[in-house]
């Protein structure tokens, strides 16, 4: 910040006051404890949305024999109950991937070659994914708990 000699000698004059005309307001005590509280509370409200965002799970099928279920690239074994956000990448026509457990029963096609996003809520108990055409080799389950 310039001082005031260097603004002096830009040929600009300082003012250093209020300017005229204009009324400073200052909030009453119970003005300032409502602004405060209302600021306090939308925090908290970010950070309940945030704990409350759907848990991401990735789950793969082909190409080749292979089906997967991941969170944070590991292999699903178990989970918590909760909303979860399943992207799944089917790549192969002659594959699909389904999820069936406890309230949930969701699938891909199996001529094509796709990805699709779910949000599914899990309840505790067994889940099962699996491929309809190919259920004897590519099959998986994991558990729900609470």
Partial sequence: MPTRRAVATLGVRAYHGPMPGL??????????????LVMALAGVAGQVDAATAPIKLVAEVG??????????????????????????????????????????????????????????????????????PHANRMKASFQVTR
């Fill in 63 to 132: 190409p080749g024999f292979t089906i997967t279920l991941k969170k944070a690239g590991k292999r699903v074994v178990t989970l918590k109950r909760g909303s979860y956000a399943v992207t799944v990448r089917d790549r192969a026509s002659d594959h699909n991937f389904r999820l069936v457990g406890p309230g949930v029963n969701r699938a891909t096609q199996v001529a094509r070659v796709e990805t699709r996003s779910w949000a599914v809520t899990l309840k505790p108990g067994t889940y099962t994914y699996l491929c309809d």
């Fill in 23 to 36: 009324k400073l307001l200052r909030p009453s005590g119970a003005a300032l404890c409502v602004a405060l």
